[in-house]
Each structure stands twice: as C-alpha cells, then as structure tokens.
C-alpha cells in the first residue's frame, strides 16, 4: 500500500513538469503572434542597432584605416636597376627596346650593352 501512494504522490509531483512546459510553449506562441509584444521586440532591436551604430566607425575614420595599410605599386626592394638593363634588340629583322633577358628570350641579338 506504501508503494502504491508514493507512486501517485511522484505522478502528482512530476506532473507540474509537464504543465510548465506547455505554458512556456504557450508563452512563446504569443510572443510570436501579440502586437504588442512584437512591437517591444522592435523597438529593442532598433535600439540595439542604432548602439551599435553609435560605436561604428565613420567614413573618415574608415578611409583613414584604409590609408595606414595602402601601398604603393612599384618595383620589388630586391630589384636592382642594373641587373637587367634595357637594350637595343634585333629580333626578326626589326630594333626593339627591351629588358636583356627578354631579348635573350625572345631569340634575339643585343645590339647595345
């Protein structure tokens, strides 16, 4: 007889479990169909977007930014100037002006240099 009325004072007990459980789905059904509440929901988001549009960057800071990493397009610090010169290249019956390793490339004869 013991065991037959702890077994319904558990079901008794355990049961709140499952109606807490339908009145958090049940809230959260209204949630997604109250005006009001979705009005609320709104106005946080819109509140939190316009902080976090407070703390961006301006247009002035960001072309700043952009400045301190630019770089310029010019030759590799290891180039040497020297290292392959320009010359007069006679390829196929025409004087062409190029680089010497492009001539000697091409087939050609450095006339210069």
Do not use: Y
Request: net charge neutral; with cysteine; aromatic share 6%.
């Amino acid at each position: 007889m013991r065991s037959v009325l702890v077994a319904l004072t558990a079901v008794f007990l355990l049961s709140g479990c499952f109606v807490w459980e339908e009145l958090e789905k049940g809230e959260a059904i209204l949630d997604a169909h109250s005006p009001n509440r979705n009005k609320r929901k709104q106005e946080e988001e819109a509140a939190a977007k316009a902080a976090e549009a407070e703390n961006a960057p301006s247009a002035a800071q960001r072309a700043a930014a952009w400045w301190d990493g630019a770089r310029s397009i010019g030759p590799r610090p290891d180039d040497k100037p020297d290292a392959d010169p320009m010359v007069s290249c006679r390829v196929g019956g025409a004087t062409r002006f190029t680089k010497r390793s492009d001539c000697l490339a091409r087939g050609g004869r450095v006339s210069s240099g």
